[in-house]
């Protein structure tokens, strides 16, 4: 069977190990372009298992092709991956992290994860109206008794939030006291996270159209030289369901699973969170409260007007928010850089 949408799509991985892992997607993700974005030491060379088609970048490539821009992009945090979000040229963007695996549907049948996620962002999404079958849209299911008719039609999908089984997704604090949780549940389910709910986003097994919503996954700064790390999906979830929610786009989360493999150290994920896990009881009900005027028409505009509202509304917290702001002005002003037609040439250090 031919490769669903081959040429509209591009896989974005951030690694700060190694790539392995690719050796296990092979016969997933061997048709599809790969766009590594390697953080840490640039002159550590990694491997990319022969065959895979690929860019890759390292610090010193995001430094050379932005420039003083360059200074958005995050280093030493898994937030890096949105350079890849921003020089890729395709439809759809699938970030998958460096330590998961294919998983295993309960017949014991390996999951193409990219293929649902496809799936699931190329059929609508009913955020206006929660259907009790849920996805009405896939096969075998349908749009229940009461569900209104001027409903139905639904509305495009901008994200794909797929699951993990195995380690959870867990903050430094629940891992700590559980840490022999695993997951072993696999609910047959893919549903439309109803407007004006947020959610927690999780980078490990995501997808997106970038062309609907490019511009709101943005993973902020995190990491070196930043009082927070890890939350970088936690913000580009919130503002992403924001500017889906004004924009009238979908956001699923269930389906499709993968494995993930190997807790990150808790003692070390407490540290970068700390401040993250006080803040975010005051980010959450700032994102809960925002709105966008009617003039924002699409996701650029959508997102400079967050970028203003979280620095009045959030600036008073800690200046971090300021620069955080200010990062997200900087990013638009890349995005525009690169996506605009006849600028789009990064020339990067490797590729096969
Ligand atoms: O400094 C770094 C650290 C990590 N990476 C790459 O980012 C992904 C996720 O890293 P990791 O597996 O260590 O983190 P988890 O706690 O398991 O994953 C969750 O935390 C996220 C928030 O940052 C992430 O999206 C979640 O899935 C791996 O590919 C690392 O290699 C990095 O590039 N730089
Ligand atoms: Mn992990």
């Not at 609907?212 to 992403?240: E, K, N, T």
């Not at 959450?284 to 028409?297: A, G």
């Amino acid at each position: 069977m031919a490769p669903i949408l081959k040429g509209e799509v591009d896989i974005v991985i951030p690694t700060i190990r190694s790539l392995d892992f690719l050796e296990n997607w092979r016969p997933f993700f061997e048709p599809y372009h790969l766009i590594i974005i390697q953080d840490g030491d640039p002159t550590k060379v990694i491997k990319v298992p022969e065959g895979f088609d690929y860019e890759l970048y390292n610090r010193n490539d995001i430094n050379r092709i932005l420039g003083p821009k360059a200074n958005c992009i995050s280093f030493k945090d898994g937030a890096c991956r949105c350079f890849g979000f921003l020089v890729s040229k395709k439809k759809f963007i699938y970030t998958i992290d460096d330590d998961c695996f294919v998983a295993k549907d309960p017949t014991g049948k390996d999951i193409d994860a990219l293929a649902q996620h496809l799936e699931n962002l190329t059929k609508p999404s009913t955020p206006y109206f929660f259907n009790t079958l849920y996805d009405p849209y896939r096969e075998g299911a349908d749009f229940v008794r009461g569900y209104p008719f001027s409903l139905r039609a639904g509305v495009p999908t901008a994200v794909s939030h797929g699951l993990w089984l195995n380690i959870p997704d867990y903050d430094a604090p629940t891992q700590l006291v559980k840490p022999l949780e695993r997951n072993k549940t696999y609910v047959d389910a893919v549903m439309t996270i109803p407007k004006g709910t947020l959610y927690p986003m999780c980078a490990m097994n995501l997808a997106f159209n970038r062309e609907l919503v490019g511009p709101a996954m943005y993973f902020g700064i995190m990491g070196d030289g930043q009082p927070i790390g890890r939350y970088d999906d936690m913000w580009a979830g919130w503002c992403s369901k924001v500017v889906c929610d004004h924009l009238g786009y979908g956001v699923k989360t269930g389906l499709p699973y993968l494995w993930h493999s190997k807790a990150s150290n808790p003692f070390a994920n407490l540290k970068k969170e700390f401040k993250g896990l006080f803040w975010q009881e005051e980010m959450i009900p700032f994102f809960q409260s925002v709105t966008l005027p009617k003039e924002c028409t699409n996701a650029q505009q959508c997102y400079l007007e967050l970028a203003k509202q979280a620095k009045e509304k959030l600036g008073p917290i800690d200046p971090y928010f300021h620069n955080l702001a200010d990062a997200m002005v900087t990013w638009i002003e890349a995005w525009e850089e690169f996506n605009t037609p006849a600028k789009s040439n990064t020339n990067s250090s490797e590729s096969a």
